[in-house]
């Protein structure tokens, strides 16, 4: 047997005076949750609210206490560069700075292809560390820094607004290595924006690509791989780099699938092929759908209410039909209300040949909270997973 | 007030359609489950597999991360050996080797008559150890190792299949300790060998008992008693020698049943008489059954649906009568179509004249999930059982 680990980011909602899970008309979803196990899920530990990294490495049953430190590394891997232990690495935006303040975050939402353009001027040695910059998408991108003595306790040079000056860099703790980091951190970001204030590309620039904004920073370390912890060959489907780059951490194999965008537009019948496909070869496959929290922190709850439409419609057929065993869920709660991560508890929905089902027929933060499965906690999901996959240990005899 | 705590061993199961406990018609269970609260229990920790041992020392109030070390001491415990601070014990089996192989791990089901003469083989001193070997049912028995510097990190001699040598035996850490006890266990396994291949008792045997097979090594440390720590006399009914060696471990007192066979067809009512005699006695009397895991290891659904319709039958009505509290459940899963232990909750039942009640009107996987315990943790058991009893203390004022 082989199973779908699908989760639809920020997937729970508030009532408003429906969420937009009982609002969406998803028949093929609830018809599964009908001959399902349901129950209400804390990604994290109930109430605490979730970052879409750490509580993705809770569910792949990664203690984010014990196994994260920061997002850097996570969005460096994602986009694919290779790290090493000790690397520290940022998220970096491409920014216009004016008059020493930050005009524009995002460069003029560059393009992807212009953006490409500055990516030569962006790697550089600082005292005896070798800075590598690389460019994803737009305006985005990561910074990593190698050498010795260095320290993920350092604090973003990103302010997260426009109208003031670019933060300084500074040491999060009383160590070297991190006095060192944001010694580091500072020199690079000036020497980014003098290199960058000469560059030729941004000739007839309105809004020229002139800064660096850096955050999330974060020390790399090799954690134990997914396969060898649980017994179980995955593989990740994700169009967020954020989501490939916690599967790399963790040394799964990650699917490339062209159309798929990580975003609004992406081509989902593309993913539930690949997903397919994999079922051949894997254990397990992470399928995972950004645009519903996307939708929630636009605040739009017909997009989100829509976005569960489609997925029903063009996704969850071939899922079904592969007969493969399915856990469905969401990394965290998103209300549309809201329009931030809350902490309150997500449906999850589990489906496998000879489980126990419960009398639930819709997958609803309200039907779902009535379900067999109760609530369950976050790090119990892998251990769901693994007596599904008959990979669990006894302990005992 | 006395209460009557009842394990069915490996009874929860998944559903087929039905499961065991939906399929078997229990009119006096289900009409006790109705005027009960209800839930689903995880014996350990959710969705980890328990063994027999850990389970049980769990659902007593002591958790097995602490208080586990093996189960060759339970075992030892629970055919009346007697344990001191750093014996190692194992369980044994007498065995046929030919031409260096294991060719009967049973000793061709020798009779307990019959292996009874070969104990006097099997006590001797190795180096400065004393081993003690005692003789229980059929090939079964145990050994204990008695002397200094002993450690119970070592592998089994026992293959657990035939065809292929007995193993050697290996520490499984790095102490002197474990390494002395390793070189101990294959010198023993050794003179076995020698001493029962020239036993005139193996003449004329087809399937001679030439060998001993040695598995679930454990270091015994004595642990605070059930009663100094929970204030609740306790007496066990049990047939299989786990269950007694854990109540001998905890210090509780072994009621021995004639006809108990702790086997399928062990002698319910006598078992049954014995709790109401002891319910005069003791706070709480432990009551194992375990032909329900034993049908469930042989996949045979009916037998089990039977057992459980037996125990309805011949057991429940006594036990009703009596008008003790009563706990009921099981101590893992053991699904039939699965034929291992699962780490699917169980479900669990809870009933005192004048405790909470809910709505479940049936005992079974599916109906106490909409119980009015909700997922219950195999810790929190015995604080239940202390608060029906009156036991309990005060945290705080």
């Known amino acids: 047997m082989a199973l779908i680990f699908f989760i639809m980011d920020g997937l729970g909602d508030l009532p408003t005076p429906k969420t937009p899970l009982q609002a969406a008309k998803k028949p093929n979803i609830d018809r599964l949750a009908a001959k399902s196990i349901t129950g209400m899920l804390h990604p994290i530990a109930p109430y605490i609210v979730p970052g879409s990294d750490t509580s993705h490495l809770q569910l792949f ?41 930050v005009a524009d975050r995002r460069a003029g939402r560059i393009s992807t292809e212009e953006a490409k353009k500055f990516e ?67 020199k690079y970001a000036e020497a ?31 954690v134990p791989y997914f396969e060898e912890r649980f017994r179980i060959r ?13 599967c790399r951490y963790l040394a799964m194999d990650i699917i490339l699938v062209p159309g798929d965008t990580g975003d609004k537009r992406t081509n989902l019948k593309a993913k539930g092929k690949a997903v397919l496909k994999a079922l051949e070869k894997y254990d397990m496959v992470f399928l995972h759908v950004k645009a519903t929290d996307s939708f929630s922190h636009d605040g739009d709850f017909e997009g989100k209410k ?72 976050g790090k119990e ?6 007596n599904i996959l008959g990979k669990s240990q006894k302990y005992g005899s």
């Open 234 to 246: 995955a593989a990740c489907v994700a169009g967020g780099a954020l989501y490939r780059g916690v």
């Open 61 to 101: 049953g990664y203690d984010p206490f014990i196994f994260y430190s920061g997002r850097g590394p996570l969005e460096a891997l994602g986009i694919g560069m290779d790290l090493q232990d000790g690397d520290v690495a940022f998220r970096a935006n491409l920014a216009t700075v004016k008059n020493g303040m």
């Open 381 to 386: 999901i892998i251990r769901i997973i693994q």
């Open 306 to 377: 829509k976005m569960i439409e489609r997925i029903d419609r063009e996704l969850m057929p071939m899922l079904i039909k592969s007969s493969a065993a399915m856990v469905i869920t969401g990394d965290h709660t998103t209300p549309v209300s809201v329009k931030e991560h809350t902490g309150h508890p997500v449906p999850v929905l589990v489906h496998a040949k000879g489980e126990r089902c419960d009398k639930v027929k819709k997958f609803d933060e309200i039907s779902c909270a009535q379900g067999g499965l109760g609530n369950v906690r």
């Open 120 to 186: 030569k001027y962006l790697s550089m040695r600082i005292e005896d560390v070798e800075a590598v910059y690389q460019q994803s998408v737009e305006h985005r991108g990561a910074v990593v820094f190698r050498g010795k003595g260095l320290r993920g306790c350092v604090t973003d040079t990103d302010p997260h607004r426009t109208g003031v000056e670019p933060w300084e860099c500074h040491p999060t703790d009383e160590s070297a290595e991190a006095k060192k980091t944001a010694r580091i951190t500072n």
């Open 192 to 222: 980014v924006r003098k290199k960058l204030a000469g560059a030729p590309e941004n000739k007839g620039r309105k809004k020229p690509a002139n800064a660096l904004l850096l955050r999330g920073a974060g020390c790399y370390k090799k």
